[in-house]
């Protein structure tokens, strides 16, 4: 099976602008979810979901969206980039209780 | 109190010993463990997850889980260069039936000398 895919891999935007970044879950998997990981805090959870709907969502301001497409593709938009958004967005994909990470999009707000 | 916590390390050990890694979580609601390996530059891979208390092994690791104790640990036996990297222990609280929500500790750098 073909693992998580996540693009672009790697993006530069300056601040204000906005950033749609996409996820392919494995194959038959229906849960998503999205991550955020800086050197300062870690691996924080952005939000999840499961059939089109956010079943949960972190402590993150509303410029962190998200949504879910019926093939079960996860896209995640930050608006207003703000310097503090540089980070490695990791999308993971469920079965079960195990979550399985995709490579990551860098993001690098100028 | 942070809801998990590990040693940030480094924890260096010599090629061939057994490492020991550490984790206390803070919710005692707790269902679910895992342990991720990350090199440097690189995603988050599943390693190990263990949901009942006692030890769980697979190949030269083995997860072990206290709930009474809120303590996670994970022990590689035969460490190799190749295990050096960040490991990161992730707990899930359940919460409403999501289970997409992991809290993560801020992870231990294992470096294992030749």
């Known amino acids: 099976k073909a693992g998580v895919t996540q693009t672009p891999r790697y993006l530069i935007k300056t601040r204000g602008q906005q950033v749609t970044l996409s996820c392919s879950p494995i194959s038959g998997h229906r849960s998503v979810s999205w991550y955020q990981q800086t050197p300062g805090q870690g691996l924080q959870f952005l939000f999840e979901?499961?059939?089109?709907?956010?079943?949960n969502k972190g402590n993150f301001p509303g410029r962190f969206s998200g949504r879910q497409f019926s093939n079960s593709r996860s896209e995640m938009n930050v608006s207003t980039l703000e310097l503090g958004d540089s980070a490695l967005y990791l999308c993971?994909?469920?079965?079960?209780?195990?979550?399985?990470f995709g490579p990551g999009t860098r993001l690098t707000v100028t | 109190q942070k809801e998990v916590e590990q040693n940030s390390g480094p924890l260096s050990v010599p090629e061939g010993a057994i490492a020991s890694l550490n984790c206390t979580y803070s919710?005692?609601?707790?269902?679910?463990f895992f342990w991720y390996r990350q090199y440097s530059g690189k995603s988050p891979e599943l390693i190990m997850s263990i949901y009942s208390n006692g030890d769980k092994e697979d190949g030269r690791f083995t997860a072990q889980l206290n709930k009474a104790s809120q303590y996670v640990s994970l022990l590689i036996r035969d460490s190799q260069p190749s295990d050096s990297a960040t490991y990161l222990c992730?707990?899930?609280?359940?919460?409403?039936?999501?289970?997409?929500?992991?809290?993560f500790g801020k992870g231990t750098k294992l470096s294992v000398k030749p």
């Open positions: 979901y499961f059939s089109e709907t956010q079943r």
């Open positions: 993971a994909s469920r079965q079960g209780a195990e979550q399985y």
């Open positions: 992730a707990v899930n609280r359940n919460y409403g039936g999501s289970q997409g929500n992991l809290i």
């Open positions: 919710d005692r609601g707790s269902q679910s």
